[in-house]
């Protein structure tokens, strides 16, 4: 019984050690941390307002929507295949403007994992 316990205890910090963005481990999570990695590297070059802007949109996105599973496919495909930086921002920006990123709704902001009563 303890050891069940145990187990069952773990299973759930490990799921709640992800945070809005899902599991560490996920397409989610880690096109976040590369964008932000991405982000802070070229705040150091001459770049274009909108080019920054859409990253910060993409990653408010990632935080507030969920992935749609075309999206959660390619972003995993391309972390599989070692995609760099700067081609991960150009994908994900265009999926972001092509509409393909994440579910939005018109009148509501829905997250992943909510608690309905």
């Known amino acids: 019984m303890k050891k069940g316990t145990k187990i069952i205890s773990q299973q759930q910090k490990k799921s709640l050690a992800g945070g809005q963005l899902g599991s560490p481990n996920g397409a989610k ?3 976040y941390k590369r964008r932000e990695f991405y982000i ?4 150091q070059m001459p770049l274009f307002p909108t080019e920054l802007e859409s990253l910060n949109q993409v990653m408010d996105d990632l935080i507030k929507y969920p992935l749609k599973e075309s999206a959660l496919v390619k972003l995993n495909r391309q972390l599989r295949s070692d995609i760099t930086d700067e081609q991960l921002a150009k994908m994900v920006v265009s999926l972001r403007e092509d509409e393909i990123l994440s579910i939005k709704h018109e009148n509501e902001k829905i997250q992943d994992n909510q ?3």
């Open 40 to 43: 802070n590297k070229i705040k």
């Open 29 to 31: 999570a880690k096109t």
């Open 115 to 117: 608690i309905i009563y």
